[in-house]
């Protein structure tokens, strides 16, 4: 068979320009799911966020936050730990002494992360309470 028309063969086998217009809606219907993704999850963690301090107040809703990036950084040094040291072909008596030493470095780092926020709170509070105080003056 000899294809004398290669626009009319492709026509009927990809269909009409059509064909064209439908990914190109696909696309700005995909386009617009994801961004209503986005907005709905940025509206849960708003609605979330708005629970939260309704139910513990606000600086435990803070302290709550701190605690989950404290948690997420520590979970992020655990990973880089473990792939650094290559925990996972050492022999078993290496390997629990490694786990204890990667704890242990844990440990510190996460009061190094807490006293840091605790600073960088008290500093907050004392420029606002200077704030207030020269205001007051």
């Not at 950084?73 to 925990?87: F, G, N, P, S």
């Not at 992360?113 to 105080?133: C, M, P, R």
Request: aromatic share 6%; no cysteine; proline share 1%.
């Amino acid at each position: 068979m000899q294809i004398n028309n290669i626009s009319k063969y492709q026509n009927e086998v990809y269909g009409t320009s059509k064909h064209y217009e439908s990914d190109v809606e696909f696309k700005d219907i995909l386009s617009q799911m994801l961004q209503s993704d986005s907005k709905s999850s940025s509206v849960d963690s708003v609605d979330t966020f708005r629970d939260n301090i309704n139910k513990y107040g606000i600086m435990n809703t803070v302290n709550i936050m701190n605690n989950e990036k404290i948690e997420k950084q520590l979970e992020i040094k655990r990973a880089e730990l473990l792939k650094a040291l290559d925990v996972s072909n050492m022999n078993p008596s290496d390997k629990a002494a490694a786990l204890a030493s990667i704890e242990e470095t844990l440990a510190r780092y996460k009061k190094d992360l807490q006293k840091l926020n605790s600073a960088y709170d008290s500093e907050k509070l004392e420029n606002s309470s200077l704030k207030k105080l020269f205001a007051a003056i």
